[in-house]
């Protein structure tokens, strides 16, 4: 999915997804004003030319089981506490994006940052079911 792997700043990507998961909890905290905007953008999903959110995306990357089979040993037995997870799992898929060991879309620090939000929102023993 990493189109140009030649040079990919991974602490400044842990950096903005981190931050990103900052300004979600704290929408979340505040979503009965009047003025709430997600912080997930929209984008456009070059499979079909149809608007899709970032959430949805992420959606789609819960499913995937391989993606499963990689982060559950990186989080289980840990809180749900959604910083901490980003940052047990971001360094080690970023480092096995780049070496095309799974496939992820690390270009884009909005997807990651719902992928996390809402594995959370799940909850990391019903995500990690069955890879104990």
């Given at each position: 999915?990493?189109?140009n792997?030649?040079?990919?700043?991974?602490d400044?990507?842990?950096?903005?997804?981190?931050e990103?998961?900052?300004?979600?909890?704290?929408?979340?905290l505040?979503?009965?004003?009047?003025?709430?905007?997600?912080?997930?953008?929209?984008?456009?999903?070059?499979?079909?030319?149809?608007?899709?959110t970032s959430?949805?995306?992420?959606?789609?990357?819960?499913?995937?089981q391989?993606i499963?089979?990689?982060?559950?040993?990186?989080?289980?037995?840990?809180?749900?506490d959604?910083f901490?997870?980003a940052?047990?799992?971001?360094s080690?898929?970023v480092?096995?994006?780049?070496?095309?060991?799974i496939?992820?879309?690390?270009?884009?620090?909005f997807?990651?940052a719902?992928?996390?939000s809402?594995m959370?929102?799940?909850g990391i023993?019903i995500?990690?079911k069955?890879?104990?």
């Amino acid at each position: 999915m990493m189109k140009n792997t030649s040079y990919f700043d991974r602490d400044k990507f842990i950096h903005d997804v981190i931050e990103l998961l900052k300004i979600k909890h704290s929408e979340e905290l505040t979503q009965d004003d009047e003025d709430f905007e997600p912080v997930f953008a929209s984008g456009t999903d070059e499979r079909n030319s149809e608007e899709i959110t970032s959430e949805e995306k992420a959606r789609e990357l819960l499913k995937q089981q391989d993606i499963r089979q990689f982060i559950c040993p990186f989080i289980q037995g840990s809180t749900n506490d959604i910083f901490d997870l980003a940052k047990i799992c971001l360094s080690a898929l970023v480092t096995n994006v780049l070496l095309g060991k799974i496939a992820f879309p690390i270009e884009d620090k909005f997807i990651s940052a719902a992928f996390f939000s809402l594995m959370v929102k799940q909850g990391i023993a019903i995500y990690c079911k069955g890879f104990e």
